[in-house]
Each structure stands twice: as C-alpha cells, then as structure tokens.
C-alpha cells in the first residue's frame, strides 16, 4: 500500500487496536437464556415426538419422524425450507408446531454471544473485528472474531429491544417471551457499547456502491 491508502490502513491498525467496549453481563445473560432455553426446546421436542426424537438439532431424526409420522418428506432442514412449509395448508398443525420449535432451537445467530465472550479482553473491550481489504476482489473490510458486519436485525422492533436486553439481564427472558431465541438474536447489536462518559455514534453512507456506479 502506498499514499492514501497507506494511510487508511495505518488508520484502520489504530482502529482495531482500540477496539470496542462489550456489554460483557448482557451476553453472558443471553447464553445462560439460550442454554436454558434449549433444554426446554428438547423436552418439548420429545414429547411431540414421543420420545422418538430427543432434541430438535437432530436432523435425521426430525427427517425420519416427520416422514413416518405425517408422510411428509422434506428435503433438507434450512429454514427457508421449514418457513415455507409453515404456510403450507396441506401440512397438518402438529407438524407446523414440530418445525416452529426446530427452527428455535437451529437459530444460529445467538452462537455470536460464545464468540463476544471468548474474545473480549480483560478490560472489556474487544478487539480486531475487522480486516482491512479482507476481500481480496474488491479490497473491502471483512469482519472478523463474531463477524460485526453480519448481525441479525432481529424480529424486536427496536422501542422493545432496551426491553429485551433487561429481561434477559434478569433472568426472566423465558417467563415474558414465547420465543427466547428471537430476543437473543434480536439483541446482540446491544453488546457493542460506549465505554462510560462517551457516545457510540454510528454513521452508514446511502447506496454507496450505486452511487458510484
């Protein structure tokens, strides 16, 4: 690199070096919710299944059950497969009810919590989420460690998100929520913080790459 973009990359080092501040308590509290909330998911999962299927992550089974129990053959266990069929009228309801808990229990977007406690240093804060020109076709930052640039936006409209946050801080996530997944996936934005006496100030540029096209 050379010029300017010497200079980006110097900018960038200081950047990831800095790092930034994680709300540690709020995703130890979402993977205690979640961890929770799969024992639930698995013993629902039994008792739709009567024992035939221990926990919904068990895709062979959930397959097997499925085409024994209702005749329906799925082809693969993605979840836009499972969300189609549950619009499907031909698909009886207990099935709808066994899909709507393996799609609970398959969300993926809460394993990024493991990764915020895994990664975040001793002084709260987290540190080399992105790589400068970590695409190699067109130079853009890639994320990295729990992949910032690749977070769910959530099914919480954002006046309910500060509610999620505190109910999952309590402990109660489960006891107010149908769907504690949902509001563990929803909130994981909230992780990244102001460290005390500053403002997180966000700022995105509208349609860059059609502008410049």
């Not at 804060?125 to 936006?153: E, K």
Request: with cysteine; proline share 2%; aromatic share 4%.
């Amino acid at each position: 690199y050379r010029g300017d973009e010497l200079a980006l990359w110097h900018l960038d080092q200081t950047i990831n070096d800095r790092g930034v501040a994680i709300d540690i308590e709020l995703a130890n509290a979402a993977l205690a919710a979640v961890d929770a909330e799969q024992v639930v998911l698995a013993a629902r999962t039994a008792e739709m299944t009567n024992g035939e299927v221990q926990t919904a992550t068990q895709r062979d089974a959930m397959l097997q059950h499925m085409l024994a129990e209702y005749g329906v053959q799925l082809p693969d266990m993605q979840s836009a497969t499972l969300e189609r069929r549950l619009d499907d009228p031909d698909i009886p309801e207990a099935m709808k009810d066994l899909l709507r808990v393996r799609l609970q229990a398959s969300t993926t977007s809460t394993s990024k919590y493991k990764s915020l406690v895994r990664a975040t240093n001793l002084d709260g804060r987290i540190r080399g989420l992105l790589q400068f020109a970590g695409a190699s076709r067109t130079a853009r930052w890639s994320g990295r460690t729990f992949q910032p640039q690749n977070l769910a936006r959530g099914t919480l409209k954002a006046a309910e998100v500060e509610a999620g946050i505190a109910a999952l801080k309590a402990g109660a996530a489960g006891l107010i929520y149908d769907n504690v997944m949902a509001v563990a996936s929803s909130v994981v934005r909230g992780c990244l913080i102001a460290q005390p006496g500053s403002k997180l100030v966000i700022a995105d540029l509208s349609n860059i790459e059609g502008r410049m096209l």
